[in-house]
């Protein structure tokens, strides 16, 4: 039977503030949690990305703050800096109805400025293992009397191998806390780790309908590795996904995936551990403002990402256990909204992708990239029209989770293609050749001219495979097209603008 956050023992101040947010009913994960964690026991809770765990530690402890009394009473530990600032963000919207007072602390932030403010003694911490394990070195905080400890998405902390600094801030926090331990799955060392530091856990699980949510479809995309940039190109073309995470392996493999997905003029850009923190944070805002439509990341930086609209998570790279595989994909379908997850398999990957199935208890569809479309056995795409003019309804089936999805989330959708280009096509770039003619520059247009007065040969063999029509097999502009244009001048057309 479904309850109120009232009925759950949740104080009318903070039910109002969430109400003005839009949150008015409890999840399943909510109404078992939260009245555990009130009165004071040890959780483990093991439920699917996407179920608002968040407020089911983040409202308990908020109201179990006691104001008046300046010192850290609860520390929240999360894997990744991202994570660190949605849950911020989330105990910042409620801090005032409880009177408490909330920190990030992770890295890549100036940690100057962390210890001026942990001397004013904020009532919740949230940060990363890494820097909090710095803090507690230099003395500039203490967890003696602190009373509430969270361990969030603890499988990919120890997954990760942050086990040492965890066990190193475990030691230094009073044995009568009460620990929450929260995680979408529930390996071995987990349950160790939480034998080990928590006193008689009440074990809390929600079962899914599946270990990976129905509302995402799951599909495996048979390919090469010479074939999965083009594979992916082409597949972003077709299902035009409002927000897309494409996932790789390491960080270096996720640059180059991106320059090269930028160059055929893609709004996409990149998100790993190399880019500075105030990167990061600009290119998840524009993400999360679908300013930017596709985003390259790998495992450790989206962890926990948590961005209304993503339609699709493609495994560029497929992940080797269904850990891995369930984090990844929860990235869509979140909160009851449908989504896709395409992995990409060469044959060297089904391996890998046995043990995912065998883990997660069903079968993906095996599916073949042809081009225009998806073949499977069943039908995935309806067409009609010119897709690349924008003037037609060619769409895969999944493609259309992008509109519907961002209109039933409240999500404003931009004046633009499906496919992130915009409507006027290549006017824009042609006016931006005219603006550059008129200011006296050479426009980027003729730029390749610079090397020669005529097409190479290997130009004109590239013109003459495409059928003379300056258009490659996969619809794209042509080499020879691009070498005789040149680079795009700042005005230049892109997809994605």
């Known amino acids: 039977?479904?309850?109120?956050?009232?009925?759950?023992?949740?104080?009318?101040?903070?039910?109002?503030?969430?109400?003005?947010?839009?949150?008015?009913?409890?999840?399943?994960?909510?109404?078992?949690?939260?009245?555990?964690?009130?009165?004071?026991?040890?959780?483990?809770?093991?439920?699917?990305?996407?179920?608002?765990?968040?407020?089911?530690?983040?409202?308990?402890?908020?109201?179990?703050?006691?104001?008046?009394?300046?010192?850290?009473?609860?520390?929240?530990?999360?894997?990744?800096?991202?994570?660190?600032?949605?849950?911020?963000?989330?105990?910042?919207?409620?801090?005032?109805?409880?009177?408490?007072?909330?920190?990030?602390?992770y890295g890549g932030q100036d940690v100057i400025a962390q210890i001026h403010k942990l001397q004013e003694a904020p009532h919740v911490v949230i940060g990363t293992p890494g820097r909090l394990l710095d803090h507690l070195r230099r003395e500039?905080?203490?967890?003696?009397r602190l009373s509430m400890l969270v361990l969030d998405e603890a499988d990919q902390m120890l997954h990760l191998g942050f086990l040492p600094e965890v066990e190193g801030i475990l030691e230094q926090t009073p044995e009568g806390r009460q620990t929450?331990?929260?995680?979408?799955?529930?390996?071995?060392?987990?349950?160790?780790?939480?034998?080990?530091?928590?006193?008689?856990?009440?074990?809390?699980?929600?079962?899914?309908?599946?270990?990976?949510?129905?509302?995402?479809?799951?599909?495996?995309?048979?390919?090469?590795?010479?074939?999965?940039?083009?594979?992916l190109a082409g597949m972003l073309e077709q299902l035009r996904p409002y927000l897309?995470?494409?996932?790789?392996?390491?960080?270096?493999?996720?640059?180059?995936?991106?320059?090269?997905?930028?160059?055929q003029g893609f709004e996409a850009d990149e998100l790993h551990g190399d880019l500075t923190q105030a990167k990061r944070e600009e290119v998840m805002q524009r993400f999360r403002e679908a300013r930017l439509r596709v985003l390259v990341a790998t495992d450790v930086a989206a962890r926990g990402l948590d961005v209304e609209g993503v339609t699709h998570v493609f495994n560029y790279d497929i992940p080797h256990d269904a850990e891995s595989y369930i984090h990844r994909i929860g990235r869509t379908g979140r909160a009851g909204q449908s989504g896709a997850a395409f992995t990409f398999v060469a044959p060297r990957d089904l391996g890998f992708l046995t043990d995912i199935e065998g883990e997660i208890g069903m079968r993906l569809p095996r599916r073949k990239w042809a081009g225009p479309e998806v073949r499977s056995s069943r039908p995935v795409a309806e067409t009609g029209g010119d897709r690349r003019s924008g003037r037609g309804t060619e769409r895969a089936n999944v493609g259309r989770v992008g509109e519907r999805d961002a209109r039933r989330s409240g999500t404003r959708l931009k004046p633009e293609l499906g496919d992130g280009r915009r409507p006027n096509g290549g006017r824009e770039e042609r006016r931006s050749i005219d603006r550059d003619e008129r200011g006296g520059r050479k426009p980027a247009a003729?730029?390749?001219?610079?090397?020669?007065?005529?097409?190479?040969?290997?130009?004109?063999?590239?013109m003459s495979r495409s059928g003379g029509t300056g258009r490659s097999r996969h619809g794209g502009t042509s080499h020879a097209q691009r070498q005789e244009r040149g680079p795009r001048g700042r005005g230049g057309s892109k997809r994605g603008r």
């Open 244 to 263: 897309a995470v494409v996932f790789c392996r390491t960080k270096i493999r996720a640059k180059k995936l991106n320059a090269a997905l930028q160059a």
């Open 140 to 144: 500039t905080i203490r967890l003696d």
């Open 1 to 105: 039977m479904k309850c109120s956050f009232q009925e759950l023992g949740i104080t009318p101040l903070l039910t109002e503030l969430l109400k003005a947010d839009g949150v008015v009913q409890p999840t399943p994960v909510q109404e078992r949690a939260i009245p555990a964690i009130l009165e004071g026991q040890d959780v483990i809770v093991q439920a699917q990305t996407g179920t608002g765990k968040t407020l089911a530690f983040v409202l308990p402890i908020l109201q179990a703050i006691r104001p008046e009394e300046r010192y850290v009473q609860a520390l929240i530990v999360t894997p990744t800096r991202e994570l660190a600032l949605q849950i911020t963000e989330e105990a910042r919207k409620l801090q005032a109805a409880a009177g408490a007072t909330v920190l990030a602390a």
């Open 180 to 231: 929450m331990l929260f995680s979408a799955t529930m390996p071995d060392h987990v349950r160790q780790l939480a034998r080990r530091y928590m006193r008689q856990p009440l074990d809390i699980r929600i079962e899914g309908r599946r270990v990976t949510l129905e509302e995402i479809e799951q599909v495996a995309i048979e390919t090469t590795d010479r074939a999965k940039q083009a594979t």
């Open 446 to 462: 003729h730029a390749g001219s610079r090397q020669g007065h005529g097409k190479s040969a290997s130009s004109g063999k590239e």
